[in-house]
Structures are given as structure tokens and as C-alpha cells.
């Protein structure tokens, strides 16, 4: 399967829920009206045109396949979309802050200035705050109240003191203390600071379908999805170019790259994927298939 070529399927999904943000943003973004008011909604669209959508995608690709479903049977008002707009706001936020100076002092993020130094670090720590606050909003609006507080519950626990905030505060330690970093140590600060939103976003798609038969399953397949983007990501920091990736490079061993050196780590990758390419075969998705294998022969 060639993964260099964005196939596109990919582009009418991006579409969609880029539209489906675009309406959320209008509405909630429409009043009032002020001069630094204006210049600040520009930031929060700003911080949200960014990334590659993968968290999104498959939650609604996980909907559309296990409830025999097509993309075209999606409207606008639909709760799948409404959770969809939700994960990438979250994402987005979560980046937003990542970059801050405080943090990990990222200057470049997809090939444009990242949002605190484009627009201030003022702007990005509100516009952060901001969209941290607008996924329960989206949230409160699906049709199920149930439904809304088992997703609410699940996404607060993926980013909060259990999940995103706790695996950001071990970073920032680790940054300082390496010595005490071992590899059992990377697995489980990666897991809280990016895993559990991927996990989150895959179980999302099923909860919404109403088919939670093989959900034990399919939380493995996200749970071994997240250490292969996390190992992806600690290669390319070392073997990709900000050309490549659009975003600052270390060109140092960092991650697992640093405990377990380039080799063994593209080989524990293989196998990563190779084990929930397994899981993928089973759903009959090509479109998740594609995603597996764009997971270990990404540039970007």
C-alpha cells in the first residue's frame, strides 16, 4: 500500500470536519464585537487549522465502519461530527500550550509559526483556554444526555489529572532529570500525554455506533496505535528535516530513541504495527488500514 500519497477519501473527511469546526466557530466566535476581541478570534482559528486530523478520522472511520455506514450518510448536525470537532479542538489546544515558552519553546509547527509566536503568549495561553472550554460546550449539544456524560467523563479523563496535564508534568521533570528516565518510565508518561486521547478517540467512534461488543479489542489496537505514533515521532525528530515535517527538529537522540537507540526502535515499530494491522484486517476498513500503515511510513 503506498502511504506517501494521500489517497482522496482522506481530503473529503478533512473537509468535513473542517467545516463542521468552521460552524462551531461562527456561532460561538460571532459576538461581540471589540477591536482586540477580533484580533484574539483570530488566534483561536489560527491555532486550529493545523495537523493531520488522525485522531478525528478514525473516531468517525471506527463510527462509519461498524455501523455499515458511508462518510455521505454524515450531516452536518450529526452527534458523530459533534465529536469530531471536539477531539480536534482538544488536540489543538493541547498543542497550543505544548508550544508556549514555558513549555517546550516550539517556534514552528506545520512549515507556519506556531500560534504563540505568530500572535503572543498571551493570545495562545487564552486561545488554549478558550477551546479547552468550547469541547464541552459541543459536548452538552449531542441529542443523548447519557451519551454526552459517558463522553464528557471519558475525554476529561484522557486530558486532565489522569491523563494529558499529569504526562506534561512528567516531561517537563524528565527534561530535567533524564537519569532517572527509563524506558517503562517513557512508556507511561507517553501514554497519559498522548495515547489516552488517541485511545479515547477510537472508543468515541464505537460508543457512538452503539457497537461496543469487541471494545476491549479495538482499546488495545489504540493503545498499541499511540506507542507507534510516539515511536514514529522520536525518529523523526532525529531522522526527519523541518522541510519534512514542518515543525522543529531535535536532530539529537531524544525519546526511545535515547534509551533504545534508532535501530531498535524502527524494529519495535514494525512489530507494533504489524499487531494492529492484525486488528485492522478484522474491521474490513481500508481507510483504517491505510492509517496503520501511514502510522510507520509518515514524513511528517
Excluded at 36 to 56: A, D, H, I, N, Q
Excluded at 139 to 162: C, N, R, T, V, W
Excluded at 200 to 213: C, E, L, P, T
Amino acid at each position: 500500500m503506498n502511504t506517501t500519497q494521500i489517497p482522496s477519501w482522506y481530503a473529503t473527511y478533512k473537509d468535513l470536519i473542517e467545516t463542521s469546526i468552521s460552524k462551531y466557530f461562527d456561532t460561538y466566535l460571532a459576538i461581540p464585537w471589540s477591536k482586540p476581541l477580533e484580533l484574539f478570534k483570530e488566534t483561536v482559528r489560527y491555532s486550529c487549522v493545523w495537523g493531520k486530523k488522525l485522531r478525528w478520522i478514525f473516531a468517525l472511520e471506527f463510527y462509519l465502519t461498524l455501523s455499515n455506514k458511508s462518510v455521505d450518510d454524515v450531516k452536518q448536525d450529526d452527534d458523530i461530527l459533534r465529536f469530531c470537532a471536539a477531539i480536534e479542538i482538544i488536540h489543538a489546544f493541547s498543542l497550543v500550550h505544548d508550544d508556549l515558552p514555558c513549555m517546550d519553546n516550539d517556534t514552528l509547527r506545520r512549515w507556519e509559526p506556531t500560534t504563540w509566536k505568530k500572535y503572543w503568549e498571551y493570545q495562545a495561553v487564552l486561545a488554549g483556554d478558550m477551546l479547552n472550554t468550547l469541547w464541552f460546550e459541543i459536548i452538552s449539544d449531542i441529542k443523548d444526555p447519557k451519551m454526552s456524560q459517558e463522553l464528557a467523563k471519558l475525554i476529561s479523563h484522557a486530558i486532565g489529572f489522569y491523563g494529558m496535564v499529569w504526562g506534561q508534568i512528567e516531561d517537563m521533570y524528565f527534561e530535567e532529570h533524564l537519569s532517572e528516565l527509563d524506558e517503562s518510565i517513557l512508556k507511561g508518561l507517553h501514554y497519559k500525554k498522548t495515547g489516552r486521547l488517541i485511545e479515547a478517540s477510537i472508543i468515541w467512534g464505537i460508543i457512538v455506533s452503539g457497537q461496543k461488543a469487541n471494545i476491549d479489542i479495538f482499546k488495545d489496537f489504540g493503545r498499541k496505535l499511540w506507542l507507534a505514533f510516539q515511536l514514529k515521532d522520536d525518529l523523526l525528530d532525529v531522522e526527519g528535516t523541518p522541510e519534512e515535517t514542518g515543525k522543529s527538529v531535535w536532530g539529537e537522540e531524544k525519546g526511545f530513541v535515547y534509551l533504545s537507540w534508532a535501530d531498535k526502535t524502527r524494529k519495535v515499530l514494525h512489530e507494533i504495527i504489524s499487531d494492529c494491522r492484525q486488528i485492522s484486517t478484522s474491521l474490513g476498513s481500508e481507510k483504517i488500514d491505510f492509517l496503520v500503515d501511514y502510522m510507520e511510513n509518515r514524513k511528517k
